[in-house]
């Protein structure tokens, strides 16, 4: 299939089979493509081979967010079947800790037909109250016998991209719980994973320190935007939605460190990437803080803070797609994934990894 998206430019033909459906068998086999921006030059490894291309005092920055086990299933008064994917707690702990009833931001499909204060019937006994929306996006009330939130951490879904085949009850679910996390995770809270940290291993995490890598952590919970594809053909007009962030200070400082001293600093994916650009003050250093992030990155973004990002293959037509062009220059992207194209790399969320340096 060609595959195209906003800013045509950035078109690829990818075969349908080169989508991975599973993670490896073992977590850490993944394969490494390694570009190089300031050549261009190309090379091909394995995700192993990281810290050979690291040097002691350079720093790691990856998002600590882990994904919430929040896609849910139901059905509406008419008989309609209904999918839920929750995003963000608008009530956290429902105002007490046993309270039975919560209110999210949520993802529902289809919605079309949906109308504020209808009731779905979800599973585990969970009722839906659907609230305000702007199209697939909306706010639902969840009520049980239990906290919703404990019955949704026993009963739900990961919420796994569309291109990811699942069927509504699948075997695979206890594998997805597993490998669609990071190792490093601390907090739940995102709709997506931060892909780029799944292919990381304790042993690699020591082998790094190992070697004199330093390591830091940010935090950004990824929302809708990670679904949903940018949407008109000129990406200048668009924006992202809101995701919650924070930058702890001793990351930052971390940062300044690294710069001062000559070092680089590896973004550990773009949501990791987008933090520590959006965070720059205009004298170019770093400022800690929690809130929320709509940077969009594309063409034409000079970027201040990171020298190298660590990423996966992305979908056209996607706001990962456009910042990884960004970074490293449309041509030098579209020749990159051609070679990852013949060589039969693996793409998307549980797909192989690309160093860009």
Known sequence: MTASGPGGDLAFKLPPRLIAQVPTKRRGDSRLLVLRRTTGV???GRF???????EAGDLVVANESGVLPGRLFGTRKTGGRIEILLLDRLTPNGGGPRALAERWTCLMR????????????LEGGLIGVVGKRDGEIGEIDLRGNRPPSLLVGRIGR???????????????ESVDRRRYRTVYQRETGSAAAPTAGLHFTPGMLRRLSRAGVE???LLLHLGPASFLPVRGSDPDRQTVPPERFHLP?????????????????????TSSARVLEACRDPDGGLLPGKGSCDLFIRPGF???TIDALLTNFHLP????????????????????????????YRFYSYGDAMLIL
């Open 215 to 217: 390591w830091s952590t």
């Open 110 to 121: 289809p919605a079309r037909r949906l109308r504020p204060g209808e009731s779905i019937d």
């Open 48 to 54: 192993r081979d990281l810290p050979r291309y690291l």
């Open 317 to 344: 037509g996607s706001t990962h797609l456009l910042l990884v062009a960004a970074f490293a220059g449309r041509d030098s992207i579209l020749e990159a994934y051609r070679q990852a194209v013949r060589l039969e």
């Open 302 to 304: 000079r970027f201040g």
């Open 158 to 172: 990961t919420p796994l991209p569309p291109y990811i085949r699942r069927s509504r009850i699948d075997p695979r």
């Open 249 to 269: 200070g001793s990351t930052a400082r971390r940062v300044e460190l690294a710069r001062r001293n000559g070092n680089r600093v590896l973004a550990i994916g």
């Open 42 to 44: 190309i090379e091909h």
